[in-house]
Every structure is written in structure tokens, then in C-alpha cells.
């Protein structure tokens, strides 16, 4: 069965997207990682929050814009949401509940991995007892403000197992299992 991995670039002090979602901070940061290229061919579907569908793009403004690791990935995706839009989205399935839109992407993702995009879809994995391994990139910056890798209000403590560390010019890998 497909493993759930959270896989996400965050500053060092924590941010994964500044104020509003902003995501401009991104695109000076994203250089060659070969512990992301090696992933990227492992992952068989995406679990995608409805801001994150929605949402800004480090890739704005260029033709990787609006495509899932700017291009360098393609497959299903699955987004949570209550509101699907009028017309459909080629690739693109909308599930308004959590555990659905998780049997589904895994059902798709086959023995791959499930990457959840967003924060709050992260956190809704965790929370379900559903999310397997974080991979959390760190950028050489801090944003100081927008929005946490994990925020969970009133606190919550979460074990991890480190996997692996890799090291780039640009950035650490930090693979971790989620223990349970």
C-alpha cells in the first residue's frame, strides 16, 4: 500500500509559504536536490489541499507555472474541497473527505507514495493517524512570518524517527517517519 509522504520546503525558522500563502520567496531557493529529483519519480499521486489548488506559485509568471514540481511530475491528483469547481480539471479529482480522497490517492499511487500538499491537508493526515514519513527541505533564509510547518493550536507532540539527512549547496533534507 502506498505510504503517505509530506514533502515540503520551509525556512528555517519554520514557514513553508509567507503571509497570505505567499510563495515568491520559493523561487530563488529552488535549485538541483537529488534527494527531490529521486523522489519526484517515486511519487504516484498527490494529495492536494484546496489553497494549495488554488493557491500562489513559486513558478508564477513562467512556463512551469501550475504544474505540480514545476513541471517534473505528472499524475493523478486529488483535492480536498467542499466546493469543486463548475468544469472539471484534466488529471485532477475533487474529494470533500479526507479518508476518501486518501483511499483514493493510494488506490492510484500504487505501491508509490501519496504526497500531500498544504498545510492543513498535512496536519488533517496527521491528525487521522494517516501520514507515514515528513521530508522537510530547509532553505538557507527566514521568512518570520506566514504559514508554519506544523501549527497545531493548544500544542500537540508528534515523534519522529529520522530516516536520513542529505546535504546540497542550497539546502538539508530532513526525512523523518512519523512514529505511532
Given at each position: ?58 513558478h ?64 488533517g ?50 526525512w ?5
Amino acid at each position: 500500500m502506498a505510504k503517505l509522504l509530506y514533502s515540503v520546503t520551509m525556512s528555517l525558522d519554520g514557514f513553508i509559504a509567507g503571509p497570505g500563502g505567499d510563495m515568491s520567496w520559493l523561487t530563488e531557493h529552488i535549485a538541483p536536490n537529488p534527494t527531490v529529483d529521486d523522489l519526484i519519480g517515486r511519487i504516484g499521486a498527490l494529495l492536494v489541499g484546496n489553497r494549495t489548488f488554488g493557491g500562489d506559485d513559486p513558478h508564477r509568471g513562467t512556463e512551469k507555472e501550475g504544474k505540480a514540481f514545476g513541471g517534473g511530475w505528472e499524475g493523478p491528483q486529488f483535492v480536498l474541497t467542499h466546493q469543486p469547481p463548475a468544469e472539471p480539471v484534466p488529471g485532477v479529482t475533487f474529494v470533500a473527505d479526507l479518508r476518501e480522497a486518501v483511499a483514493a490517492a493510494r488506490a492510484a499511487a500504487g505501491e508509490k507514495y501519496v504526497n500531500p500538499l498544504g498545510a492543513e491537508t498535512a496536519r488533517g493526515c496527521l491528525e487521522a493517524g494517516l501520514l507515514d514519513e515528513v521530508l522537510t527541505i530547509v532553505a538557507p533564509l527566514m521568512l518570520g512570518d506566514g504559514v508554519r510547518l506544523f501549527a497545531y493550536p493548544g500544542g500537540c507532540t508528534v515523534p519522529l524517527e529520522r530516516i536520513g539527512v542529505t546535504y546540497t549547496p542550497a539546502a538539508t533534507n530532513l526525512w523523518w517517519r512519523v512514529v505511532r
